[in-house]
């Protein structure tokens, strides 16, 4: 089987269950190397999620895997607030927030963004393609007690002025306009990130080819 064209391996690998890959995987190099091109094509990343970070840590420990990953979407999930029609600024998910609770998003945001750049930092510049394109979202999960869903209008995430970012070599597409993430359930809506945020995260992407902003 290690003779067959990768054209043929690859049209193998679509008609067995997903469930299966490991197991083929073990066969020889050249199949592990095949599943691991299926597998590591789009990388979905939660920022809660310490199995699914140590999956995009551990990406950078070996060359070919990080040249296998084209495409990393990377949730950032903040506190659930419950709803409080005396406060003054709409997140959008139908929670309103005081200040503590905008202050305490920008941090909880501002720390998700921070472990995810000092991970990709680490990196190795693939040398035989273009690097991935990274999409960042965020959002709260749903509170018991919220009622309505409604899109964000007023509070904007924020990272903390303080925060010193490394820059990030591999990424060559940044979308930060909010993406649409099959897994996450249709009552988490993305929240906004604030346009400088926006800004200053391109910034820090040197080799990019191009940004999505999202204009609010």
Known sequence: MDRLPPEIREMILNDIPRSDWPI???????WQNTVER?????????????LSMAILSDAATTIRRAEYIGYII???ELPSHAKNPSK?????????LTAEDMKADNRGFTRAI??????????????TREGPALAIQATNPPH?????????EYAYLA???????????????????????????????PLHIALETQVRLSKLCPNVAGVSWGFY
Not at 38 to 50: L, M, Q, W
Not at 115 to 122: G, V
Not at 144 to 152: D, G, L
Request: charged fraction near 20%; hydrophobic fraction near 35%; charge should be negative.
């Open 24 to 30: 083929l995987a073990t066969v020889s190099h050249a």
């Open 38 to 50: 299926h597998t590591f094509r789009i990388i979905e990343v939660e920022s809660a999620s310490s």
């Open 74 to 76: 990377y949730t950032v």
């Open 88 to 96: 003054e600024v709409t997140d959008g998910t139908g929670d309103y």
């Open 114 to 127: 921070s472990r995810l750049f000092n991970i990709l930092a680490t990196w190795p510049k693939t040398a």
């Open 144 to 152: 018991e007690s919220r009622e309505t869903v409604r899109n964000p």
């Open 159 to 189: 990272l903390e002025k303080h925060l010193q970012l490394p820059l990030l070599h591999c990424v060559h597409w940044l979308n930060t306009s909010g993406v649409e993430n099959a897994k996450m359930p249709r009552r988490f809506e």
